[in-house]
């Protein structure tokens, strides 16, 4: 059974780089034919999918945040990552990362870990 | 980008009913939609994929139809866990995007 848990930071400034990590269990980010995603979801609001990288490391990104997001691989501790540059009050939400079929749909996501920008 | 709207936003219901969530797409999505269900402090959980094919594990109640643009889930039976808010996705290209949700209350 697959399993996926985020870290990183709860709280930030304005400004500053979000980076959180996932952490894999139950399977490798670097082998079969998955891709590993973030998305993220403001309190009350929809879900807005960030970005994805295969497990070869070849990415896709959300145009609305392609310049501010890097998705990466680490496959030495079986982890994959997302760095969120110049974050305002408006990246505020609830990060999950998952697993992503290659046919699209999202079969297994981590817990989630809330983030707030505030100054 | 592809615009998923749902209807109702919400829906009161009690256990038994059938309860039917229905979701539109700006354009056609050749089946690649998706459906979950999300209760509160909780990741969301894939029910459906493909528009009608049911995921491993989900109960039989659940099912997905539709084609093109418009899409439905049903719930046969509401079940007391059933009460939770249900959001479709869709696939067909990039960015991948999630409808607005529906919210299954008790009535």
């Known amino acids: 059974q697959v399993q996926l848990q985020e870290s990183g930071p709860g709280l930030m400034k304005p400004s500053q780089t979000l980076s959180l990590t996932c952490t894999v269990s139950?399977?490798?980010?670097?082998?079969?034919?998955?891709?590993w995603s973030w998305i993220r979801q403001p309190a009350g609001k929809r879900l807005e999918w960030i970005g994805r990288s295969y497990t070869s490391g070849s990415t896709d990104y959300n145009p609305s945040l392609k310049s501010r997001v890097t998705i990466s691989l680490e496959t030495s501790k079986n982890q994959f990552s997302l760095k969120l540059n110049s974050v305002t009050a408006a990246d505020t939400a609830v990060y999950y990362c998952?697993?992503?079929?290659?046919?699209?749909?999202?079969?297994?996501w981590g817990q989630g870990t809330r983030v707030t920008v505030s100054s | 980008d592809i615009q998923m709207t749902q209807s109702p936003s919400s829906v009161s219901a009690s256990v038994g009913d059938r309860v039917t969530i229905t979701c539109r797409a700006s354009q056609g999505l050749n089946s690649r939609l998706a459906w979950y269900q999300q209760k509160p402090g909780k990741a969301p959980k894939v029910l459906i994929y493909?528009?009608?094919s049911l995921q491993s594990g989900v109960p039989s109640r659940f099912s997905g139809s539709g084609s093109g643009t418009d899409f439905t889930l049903t719930i046969s039976s509401l079940q007391p866990e059933d009460f939770a808010t249900y959001y479709c996705?869709?696939?067909?290209?990039?960015?991948?995007?999630f409808g607005g949700g529906t919210k299954v209350d008790v009535k």
């Open positions: 493909g528009a009608s």
């Open positions: 139950g399977g490798s980010v670097s082998s079969g034919n998955y891709y």
């Open positions: 998952a697993r992503e079929t290659n046919y699209g749909h999202i079969a297994y």
């Open positions: 996705q869709q696939s067909d290209s990039f960015p991948l995007t």
